[in-house]
């Protein structure tokens, strides 16, 4: 069971089964394997496409689905600036909208979990 007084800002636990930090290697994986990376390098400094797209969905997902501070995911994704993890899920949004490819990986990452 997640508690609300563990995770600050989390008001309510209905319909999650997984913890953040347990969603993030799922999620990690899964992205991983559609994209062909390492995962491992997700958290690097890498500047590629591939790894930039699967940081700004983890940054995203973690966002609206667990509502954990930025600071938070930061630590998570390789020891971001909550100001790189605020820019990443505004950035997810804008190529989640306009990127049709984006869009159909991510929903296919987010269903499978």
Request: hydrophobic residues 35%; without cysteine.
């Amino acid at each position: 069971m997640i508690s609300p007084y563990y995770y600050p800002g989390l008001e309510s636990t209905e319909g999650l089964s997984l913890s953040p930090e347990i969603f993030f290697d799922k999620f990690l994986s899964l992205a991983s394997r559609e994209y062909g990376i390492n995962s491992y390098l997700v958290t690097s400094r890498l500047r590629l496409r591939p790894y930039v797209d699967v940081r700004q969905m983890l940054a995203y997902a973690l966002r609206s689905r667990y509502k954990i501070s930025l600071n938070r995911i930061g630590i998570l994704i390789g020891n971001r600036h909550h100001s790189t993890v605020l820019h990443n899920t505004r950035q997810h949004a804008n190529d989640y909208e306009l990127d049709k490819r984006y869009r159909s990986i991510y929903d296919k990452l987010i269903s499978k979990l």
